[in-house]
Nanobody, 118 residues
Framework: QSQLVESGGGLAQAGESLGLSCAAS????????IGWFRQAPGKERELVAS???????NYADSVKGRFTLSKDGDKHTVYLQMNSLKAEDTAVYYC????????????WGQGTQVTVSS
């Protein structure tokens, strides 16, 4: 079964760092655009950072300079390093992949909680 499996997150104080991982199981991310979204209570899900299938990286203005998106060479895992965390970064974070070679497939991770205390 193809899926995205997230790990990391948890509780941090403002100014600290946390890391998230997203591992593709049953497929590789080579032909996929990959991103991290987050959803805070009472708010809509928003894009935090993404790799396009062409290889460029995009960040939401609110996280530029603090968050870094990366991936490993075997194209199975992407990482989101979150530095200088703020209380407003508190949310459930979701990994997302969309693409494919023949058909377009869309995958979402199960979500992982990030809580930042001020």
């Amino acid at each position: 079964q193809s899926q995205l499996v997230e790990s990391g997150g948890g509780l941090a104080q403002a100014g600290e760092s946390l890391g998230l991982s997203c591992a593709a199981s049953g497929f590789t991310l080579e032909h996929y655009g990959i991103g991290w979204f987050r959803q805070a209570p009472g708010k809509e899900r928003e894009l935090v950072a993404s790799f396009t299938s062409a290889g460029s990286t995009n960040y939401a203005d609110s996280v530029k300079g603090r968050f870094t998106l990366s991936k490993d060479g075997d194209k199975h895992t992407v990482y989101l390093q979150m530095n200088s965390l703020k209380a407003e970064d508190t949310a459930v974070y979701y990994c997302h992949a969309e693409g494919g070679v023949v058909h377009t497939n869309t995958y979402w991770g199960q979500g992982t909680q990030v809580t930042v205390s001020s």
